[in-house]
T-cell receptor
Framework: GQSLEQPSEVTAVEGAIVQINCTYQ??????LSWYQQHDGGAPTFLSY????GLEETGRFSSFLSRSDSYGYLLLQELQMKDSASYFC???????????????FGAGTTVTVRA | EPEVTQTPSHQVTQMGQEVILRCVPI?????FYWYRQILGQKVEFLVS????????KSEIFDDQFSVERPDGSNFTLKIRSTKLEDSAMYFC????????????FGPGTRLTVT
C-alpha cells in the first residue's frame, strides 16, 4: 500500500515563504503531485514531479527526490487567498494496468495571516 | 474552460437505500475516477475506470459499490445499500491519456446517510 506523511498545519504571514514537506512509502511509484483544496471544495492540480529536481510554476515550486522518497511544495510571496489545504499525492500504477491512481496524504492546512 | 460536473450537489438518504451519484467528465478525457473524502479527513481513492472497465479499485470499493459509463458522457457511482459510514463528499475526476497525472476534479456530491 501507500503511506504519505505531511505536516498537519502551517501558519505564516502574507509575503512569507512556506515549505510543505511530504515523505512517502509506496510501490509502483510514478510521480508526486500536489493539489490545493479550499474549504472542502474540489481539489485542484498544482504541480507534478516525475523526476528528481525542482519544478517552478509561478509562486509555487515543487521538488522531488526519488532516492529519499521525499518531496516538498514551496509557496512563495504568500497571499491571503493561499489559505487552503495542500495535499501531496503519489501517482502509482496498480501493476499490469493501463492506468494510474492518486493516493493522497492527510493534507496540510495553510493559514495566511495579515 | 471545460470542467467536470457532478449531480446532485447534496444527497440525503436513509440507511439501506440505493444512491446513484452522477458525473460528466471532460469530453475528451479517457480516464475516470471516483474518490471520497470523509469530513475533515484525506481524499481516498475508490476506483479508476478506463476503456469501459475498472482499472483498479481500493479496499473501500466493495460489492456495495459499482460504476458505469452508460453513454458517451456520464459516469456514475452506485451504492446499493448505504451505510452511515458512507456519509462523505464524493469527488469524480477525469484525465486525458497523455497527461493522466493531472486529474481534474468535479465539485463533489455531499452524501449524508441518516
Amino acid at each position: 500500500g501507500q503511506s504519505l506523511e505531511q505536516p498537519s498545519e502551517v501558519t505564516a504571514v502574507e509575503g512569507a515563504i512556506v515549505q510543505i514537506n511530504c515523505t512517502y512509502q509506496t510501490s509502483g511509484f510514478y510521480g508526486l503531485s500536489w493539489y490545493q483544496q479550499h474549504d472542502g471544495g474540489a481539489p485542484t492540480f498544482l504541480s507534478y514531479n516525475a523526476l528528481d529536481g525542482l519544478e517552478e510554476t509561478g509562486r509555487f515550486s515543487s521538488f522531488l527526490s526519488r532516492s529519499d522518497s521525499y518531496g516538498y511544495l514551496l509557496l512563495q510571496e504568500l497571499q491571503m487567498k493561499d489559505s487552503a489545504s495542500y495535499f501531496c499525492a503519489v501517482r502509482s500504477n496498480g501493476g499490469g494496468t493501463n492506468d494510474y491512481k492518486l493516493s493522497f496524504g492527510a493534507g496540510t492546512t495553510v493559514t495566511v495571516r495579515a | 474552460e471545460p470542467e467536470v460536473t457532478q449531480t446532485p450537489s447534496h444527497q440525503v438518504t436513509q440507511m439501506g437505500q440505493e444512491v446513484i451519484l452522477r458525473c460528466v467528465p471532460i469530453s475528451n478525457h479517457l480516464y475516470f475516477y471516483w474518490y471520497r473524502q470523509i469530513l475533515g479527513q484525506k481524499v481516498e481513492f475508490l476506483v479508476s475506470f478506463y476503456n469501459n472497465e475498472i482499472s483498479e479499485k481500493s479496499e473501500i470499493f466493495d460489492d456495495q459499490f459499482s460504476v458505469e459509463r452508460p453513454d458517451g458522457s456520464n459516469f456514475t457511482l452506485k451504492i446499493r445499500s448505504t451505510k452511515l459510514e458512507d456519509s462523505a463528499m464524493y469527488f469524480c475526476a477525469s484525465a486525458t491519456g497523455e497527461s493522466s497525472y493531472e486529474q481534474y476534479f468535479g465539485p463533489g456530491t455531499r452524501l449524508t446517510v441518516t
